[in-house]
């Protein structure tokens, strides 16, 4: 199917209306060091905010800034580029060189700043904040519009585990959005299109049977545990970020709750 999705690569941050969802969710997220990918996954992104290989704190929050910046002011990654890229360089950030491994000590010959890592940067951290923020919209929309399109993009850049998802349509409530909720791995273009039923009749389209999700067992090669992730996702990405802070926020209103009736007299 064709996509009418957004290129994080070239378009602005924003949408036509302003992200709230989005601007509170990355707000809220800490900052942790970390020295390759695999250190962070899944919910652990949701919390904080890391860039591999950054290993000066002050660095960090300087490049969350701009980062919440892009989401604010709905910037584009050309403006992102033009601020981080004199900064990066200046602080000797920038390039390839040999690091220390702070967990084994090794020096490694790593890439640090680069136009393509900005790229990454921009594009992941947008798209999750995002996400979170469409969750909330397809939530409240779901007693009217109670159900989801897989949408993948239809071009030569398609990853096939993602293709064979195009079209298939789930109730919102569906298991299959705990893990397939796009974006589904780096650089993931996938998106979601929200239908009612009228809409689904209208395209003569139907539930589509259950999803046979293969996994697979990884080992996490930075601290040697091993988890069950689904064969087409890349690791650490087989997670719903909305759906995360929903649950959180349910759980924080019970709490809440709880502690107001334990001090009623």
């Known amino acids: 199917m064709s996509s009418s999705h957004y290129d994080f690569l070239e378009v602005t941050a924003g949408f036509t209306l302003k992200p709230a969802q989005a601007i509170r969710f990355f707000e809220r997220k800490g900052l942790k060091l970390s020295f390759r990918w695999e250190d962070m996954l899944a919910e652990e992104h949701d919390a904080a905010f890391t860039v591999a290989k950054m290993m000066n704190l002050d660095l960090l929050a300087f490049v969350a800034k701009k980062t919440q910046q892009a989401i604010d002011d709905g910037k584009t990654l050309t403006e992102f580029k033009q601020q981080l890229i004199p900064a990066l360089q200046k602080a000797g950030w920038w390039g390839k ?30 798209q999750s904040a995002y996400s979170v923020g469409h969750w909330q919209s397809i939530r409240a929309n779901a007693a009217t519009a109670p159900f989801l399109m897989y949408d993948a993009v239809e071009d030569h850049r398609v990853r096939p585990e993602h293709q064979q998802w195009d079209g298939r ?97």
């Open 169 to 265: 349509v789930y109730p919102v409530n569906h298991t299959f959005w705990t893990t397939h909720f796009p974006p589904n791995g780096w650089n993931c273009r996938c998106g979601v299109i929200q239908l009612n039923r009228q809409e689904l009749k209208a395209y003569g389209l139907k539930p589509s049977p259950e999803p046979n999700i293969k996994t697979r067992l990884w080992e996490n090669p930075r601290t040697g545990k091993s988890r069950t992730v689904p064969e087409d996702l890349d690791p650490g990405w087989d997670h719903n970020p909305g759906q995360t802070r929903f649950t959180i926020l349910r759980q924080l209103e019970r709490e809440k709750r709880s502690e107001g009736q334990q001090q009623k007299p």
């Open 97 to 126: 060189q040999d690091v220390v491994d702070p967990d084994t000590g090794q020096i490694v010959k790593a890439q640090l700043g680069s136009a393509s890592r900005l790229a990454t940067i921009f594009r992941t951290n947008l």
